[in-house]
């Protein structure tokens, strides 16, 4: 529950056109449409799409952007063209007209148009399946690619409707998705450990007593960080695989060679150490 601030300079003198607001959640859409309808609440969000014509709605321009990230660090999509065929087999404009009325805008990037640093430039994929296969045959994949979707329960309207109009478009173009509906919960300790996994990594890679294979764990982990994302025509991964290998090789080359000048630094002190600990032996 929240209470208007009287105190505050912007009314200037004028009384607060809500005294309080209250925020009750409800997860279900049905439940949440009847609430509004019998009166009980006065406001909603996430109104069900194919029910926007029963009630009253007010729309603005969202930041808000739908996009899947995509784990390029093997195969079959650390190929770039598998990627793209992911693009290529997607009907955008489909999805927003016929699953969410028409309450929304295909990205040609990563950022809203509404945004700092959006960039007109980029064009959008067309749908164009074909073209997809195409591209799979070409990355070695000529019988099609299986992928697995997943995604949190009750992040969006239609979340789940969404995953599955996209891998029915997919199949067309030989790509065969398999979708994992997740809670909330069960999807946020799956990116944590993710997480924790690549900082851990990063962490061996800076330790003095790092070794080569924690060293190519490094270069691992940075092809994961690497861009590599699809969604609604989401920008396409521009920059190679092959060139965030190269930075990698090249960074953790050094880092092993910091590692090596640190060993063997510490070998000589320890030497030096214990040929003073034997002089003095025998100068006792």
């Known amino acids: ?29 049905f439940a949440r449409l009847s609430a509004l309808q019998r009166g009980e609440v006065d406001v909603i969000t996430n109104v069900p799409p194919d029910q926007m014509k029963i009630v009253k709605t007010v729309t603005v321009p969202s930041t808000r952007i739908v996009s899947f990230q995509i784990n390029g660090t093997q195969p079959p999509l650390s190929d770039k063209r598998a990627r793209q065929a992911l693009h290529y087999a997607m009907d955008i404009a489909s999805i927003v ?10 990205l040609s990037g990563g950022l809203a148009d509404t945004d700092f640093g959006y960039n007109p430039e980029l064009k959008l994929y067309p749908y164009d399946p074909e073209r997809a296969k ?21 992040t969006m309207v239609n979340d789940k409707q ?27 300790k799956m990116l944590n450990e993710r997480t924790t996994r690549r900082t851990r990594c990063s962490s061996a890679i800076r330790s003095p007593r790092c070794s080569t294979r924690t060293a190519a764990c490094g270069a691992s982990c940075i092809r994961a960080a690497s861009p590599g994302r699809t969604g609604w025509a989401a920008s396409p991964a521009t920059a190679s695989t092959t060139s965030w290998s190269r930075r990698a090789t090249r960074w953790t080359r050094k880092s092993a060679r910091r590692c090596t000048r640190r060993r063997r630094a510490s070998s000589t002190t320890r030497s030096l150490r214990s040929s003073c600990s034997r002089r003095s032996s025998s100068t006792a």
């Not at 929240?2 to 997860?27: F, L, Q, Y």
């Not at 007209?97 to 295909?106: C, H, I, V």
């Not at 195409?134 to 009750?154: C, F, H, M, Q, R």
């Not at 995953?163 to 509906?181: F, H, P, Q, Y």
Request: glycine share 12%; aromatic share 10%.
């Open 1 to 29: 529950m929240m209470e208007a601030n009287r105190d505050w300079w912007g009314w200037s003198g004028k009384a607060p056109g809500v005294d309080r607001v209250v925020w009750k959640p409800i997860p279900d859409d």
């Open 97 to 106: 007209k016929n699953l969410y009325a028409g309450q929304g805008k295909p």
């Open 134 to 154: 195409k591209l799979l045959a070409e990355a070695g994949y000529p019988n099609g690619i299986d992928v697995t979707l997943y995604a949190g329960s009750g």
């Open 162 to 188: 969404l995953l599955e109009a996209l891998a029915d478009m997919w199949s067309k173009a030989g790509i065969r998705a398999k979708v994992e509906m997740m809670e909330m919960a069960q999807r946020q």
